[in-house]
């Protein structure tokens, strides 16, 4: 079996403890974690009821030879949990949720040596999970069809079973054979925790990318400035993209939006209708409407509205809604076709949005955007029903989960 420098590092060190006299037995390299051993149980935050988690002790898994069990360092609280913890309407109660987490490998079946992206995976590497491909386990990240709307699981989604290890709520999880999964040791916590929302928005841009609209001089508008809202406009700043109006009714996050890249911002609070409104964005941009626009706030008034923020033959993506959020009502003569707007859903990402997501978090910390800042609040595992509650209050931006 062929052992890492970080493996060999541990082993030697222990050797020297025993010869001082410290007794310490040398475990096998693949069943040490830097330096700690692997308990007989793991925690899992199971949600049980609606609003209602509790922190159950499982028996911790055997770990099949293409399986890895990982210790979970953090993750991060998503709307769909909290949909989820509120109304449970994709029928999962009990549940193990989370699924913007990462962790740190503990163990490794035999059959495991590579990540999704074929990056070499050892003890003691940090990883995050992707999307399981069940009806196709041999999809690769370079794979292009649509996978992503297709028939795809996600680790904090997955229905309870007697393994019970299926989300990042808990303080291990054990990534099953077939799974997606990558390597990102180069990463800080923070930046991988934010990982699963990044990659949204990255898709949501390669999305907008196709209508040959969005260039780099385009006047964007950003309507909603929740984590998904501010982490878009990230993103369109570090590709280069200056002109930004941020849309929102939340001072706070309309702070927050300038900081992560936005030229202007609009409070909706200070403008009453959407004539009024739309003149305010009007005037953001120097009397000119948009030429794209990303709907970001999963309410269906504010998508009828964003139509009249938008520039004849201008576009607009819409990606805020991950549940149903109900019905919008728009005009299509007006809003749509005499303006020919050409109109982009975006759903999830893709395994390549995950790589490209890599390197998107590198460059947008390079040119100093303090995305590690989305993240305001930090629970324990214990806390968790409070998280959720913070999270629901709107009181923060992003929420997380991180162990001790």
């Known amino acids: 079996m062929a052992v890492n420098e970080k493996e060999l590092e541990i082993i030697v060190k222990q050797i020297l403890d025993q010869m001082s006299g410290s007794g310490a037995s040398v475990p096998a390299a693949k069943e040490s974690s830097g330096g700690r051993s692997i308990p007989k149980t793991a925690h899992v935050a199971m949600l049980t009821a609606l609003e209602k988690f509790e922190v159950k002790e499982f028996p911790m898994p055997e770990v099949g030879d293409d399986d890895i069990l990982v210790k979970v360092e953090g993750c991060g609280v998503c709307g769909t949990d909290a949909h989820e913890f509120k109304r449970d309407p994709f029928s999962l109660i009990p549940v193990a949720l989370g699924h913007e987490g990462t962790g740190e490998i503990v163990k490794m079946g035999k059959n495991v040596k590579k990540d999704s992206a074929g990056k070499d995976l050892h003890l ?10 069940k009806d196709n386990p041999d999809i690769t990240m370079f794979d292009l069809n649509k996978q992503n709307v297709g028939e795809a699981d996600v680790y904090g989604l997955l ?31 923070d930046s991988r925790i934010l990982i699963e ?9 390669e999305r907008a990318k196709t209508t040959g609209i969005l260039r780099f001089n385009s006047r964007v508008v950003v309507q909603g400035c929740g984590p998904i809202g501010l982490i878009c406009i990230a993103v369109l700043r570090t590709l280069g993209i200056e002109n930004i109006t941020a849309v929102d009714g939340n001072q706070m996050r309309l702070d927050f939006a300038k900081r992560l890249g936005a030229s202007h911002t609009v409070s909706f609070k200070d403008f009453q209708g959407i004539e009024a409104l739309t003149g305010a964005v009007k005037d953001s941009f120097d009397g000119h409407l948009a030429d794209f626009a990303f709907q970001c706030t999963g309410n269906p008034a504010a998508h009828a509205n964003i139509y009249k923020f938008i520039r004849n033959g201008g576009g607009l993506c819409e990606l805020g809604f991950f549940v149903n959020g109900g019905d919008a009502t728009i005009n299509p003569h007006f809003d749509l076709c005499s303006k020919e707007i050409t109109l982009v859903g975006s759903w999830v990402y893709t395994l390549r949005d995950y790589a490209t997501t890599f390197d998107f978090l590198k460059r947008a910390k390079g040119i100093g955007l303090p995305l590690s800042e989305l993240i305001t609040h930090r629970y324990p595992l214990e806390q968790i029903n409070e998280a959720l509650k913070t999270n629901l209050a709107m009181t923060g931006l992003k929420i997380a989960i991180v162990n001790k």
């Open 124 to 133: 003691g590497d940090k990883v995050v999970t992707c999307m399981i491909f």
């Open 197 to 205: 929302p990044c990659a949204v928005l990255v898709h949501a841009v």
């Open 159 to 189: 229905p309870d079973d007697d393994i019970h290890l299926n989300g990042w709520f808990a303080d291990y999880i054990l990534v099953r054979g077939g799974s997606t999964i990558f390597n990102v040791s180069d990463l800080d916590l």
